[in-house]
């Protein structure tokens, strides 16, 4: 179920990591697209080990690790300098208003100060902030908080931005509104975004492919297209009104019903899915039913999680 | 609703980037501007300016008296009009490097509260927000942020220490080069390595201290505590350095043999206060003496310490201190 991307970011080989007797990552080898890309997991999986081994702050037992071809190993500060984090945890530089903490942040990364201070602007007014920018941080709500994380993490213009967790502690409006910017960034600023979460939803809004970790090694990874679609391409079928002519119909037609209810069904067949469409129609109006709604049927992310973790 | 995109025209940033090196000067940098924008910062550099200020009006009262003198002697045609102004004129006599130490000496307490405000929080409140996270996510190793730290207290502090000695140093060479000040120009840059160095000692101990709490004003009340205990003991001992000595003679300005405990001496520099005024008074070749010109009483004075012992000793606790504060520094906490 592994399909290696053609064009990788990252490269991770062999890699294994170990807290005194526990080990975090096994011997975990995985390619990580460009784009928006998942990284899902249980808690305890290694999501995070792997996020902080990518940056050098944990230091692997075995294995290497490149990102945008420089080695994370031998070339950490080259490596932190074109990627930017978001933590999981709240972090800030105490009595630093928005403005001061980001341009600040942006220094780090080594930009010159007047192009730091003239992107903290920038980068706070696109992550909704420009009207805080001179408050300081401590008095942020948690929303507030996400979002400047974000922002010190984009200033410098990294080419690969890792999220842990970014909807953490959200209400239901500012997690939208986070992964509406996670979407913009992804698609519209050149930006390869890797979002480590266990809320599958926002993964699925967000993300083009998935990489699953569980026990610290790798489980499964691909498009969320593939890894969503059922085997033996059924179709989903509405109908106007439930129909059970129509459902004779497409029986007589050696369809399989998976599954039918109400006036919704599930349908599979051996032929292609656009002989399969082509059927159904003519059973419709050979009925007089009316279909509604035609699709070809795949599984929640949630539901395919589920299926690899046990 | 409304896009949470605040501004759509955003575009991700391609300009210039510095290599990663030398971080460290980005954190010492914002550490000192934060700390030159305190008021109290500039309120106690003021204040440890005191004792420059209580001696340079002495000096000019003095003045003014003896030059009233003068005129009063020699207009009345007084016999012996000459040895008066000679007694009158005791600014010849002044001992001026003696000035720095004392003012240097006269200032530790403020200096204290300088490097409490300056320092206290500098890693606690950095551990308390998670900082390091931002630290060490940037191009920024354990190095840059340890002496980024050590420079970013260090700088205030040394700058605080200065500047009031400068002040005395430009007007004694402006004022007094005919009364001997030019002769002990080369105070000015002694009484500034003890400053450099008793900075140093502040900042190291104080960040080591500060990276093991998660609140600066617990960092800083453990400091100050340190501290005073520590002065606390030196005064003692220099209370048992007072009692009086049999068969010493109390000559003032003549050389007395006494005959004293040899662990006294080391012993009152077994301090903070001490360690800082004893390589002062190493770098400065006194032993100090009476404030305000007067010259030393033998039996009082505490004679300077061995500079090179002093000098090893203050680097050792700072190598101790600074090694803890670089233990400390981690991205992430490892639990074992």
Known sequence: ?310 | MASPIADLSYRSYDGPLNPPSARWWVIAKVHTLKAFRNRFYWLFVGLSGWYYLVILTVIFIMQMVSSNATDLASGAGVTGSSEIVRQIQFIDRFLWKNQFLHGFSFGQLTYLIIALLVGAGAVANDNRANALLVYLSKPCTKWDYVVGKFFGVWIPLVTAMAVPSLVFFLYGMMSYRQHGFALYAGAFPAVLGAMAMAAALHTSILLGISSLMKQGRIAGILYGALYMITNIFTVMILVFWLQPVPDARRDLGSSVVVDRNPLLQPAFYSSIDGLNIGMAKSLLNVDGGNAFGMPPDPLTVVPAPNGFAVFWIMSAICAFWLYIFWRRVRAVEVVN
């Open chain 1, 1 to 310: 179920m592994i399909a290696p991307p053609l064009e990788a970011i990252a490269s991770v080989v062999n890699l294994t990591v170990r807290y005194g007797r526990f080990t975090a990552l096994q011997d975990f080898s995985v390619q990580v697209p460009k784009g928006c890309v998942g990284l899902l997991g249980p808690n305890g999986a290694g999501k995070t080990t792997l996020i902080k081994t990518l940056l050098g702050f944990v230091t692997p037992t075995a294995g290497t690790a490149t990102i945008l071809g420089h080695s994370v190993q031998k070339e950490g500060a080259k490596v932190r300098q074109r990627v930017g984090l978001m933590p999981e945890q709240d972090c800030h530089l105490p009595g630093m208003s928005a403005i001061e903490f980001v341009a600040y942040a942006g220094e780090l990364a080594g930009m010159p100060q007047a192009q730091a201070l003239r992107r903290a602007h920038e980068v706070l007014e696109y992550s909704g902030l420009g009207e805080s920018r001179y408050r300081k941080v401590e008095t942020f709500s948690t929303g507030m908080k996400q979002r400047i994380k974000l922002a010190q993490a984009l200033v410098h213009g990294p080419k690969l931005l890792l999220l842990d967790e970014p909807t953490n502690g959200l209400d239901p409006r500012g997690r939208e509104e986070m992964l509406k910017l996670i979407r913009d960034i992804s698609l519209h600023k050149d930006v390869n975004v890797i979002v480590s979460s266990h809320i599958l939803r926002d993964i699925e809004k967000t993300c083009e492919s998935v990489i699953v970790v569980v026990k610290g090694q790798l489980k499964m990874q691909g498009s969320i297209r593939d890894l969503t679609r059922i085997q033996g391409h059924p179709v989903d079928v509405e109908l106007k009104e439930p129909s059970p002519t129509w459902q004779e119909a497409i029986v007589r037609r050696g369809i399989t019903i998976v599954s039918a209810e109400r006036n919704k069904a599930r349908l599979q067949h051996e032929a292609p899915t656009e002989v399969t469409t082509k059927m159904i129609f003519e059973a419709a109006r050979e009925v007089g039913a009316e279909v509604r709604g035609l699709s070809v049927a795949t599984k929640s992310l949630e539901e395919a999680f589920l299926e690899v973790v046990h």
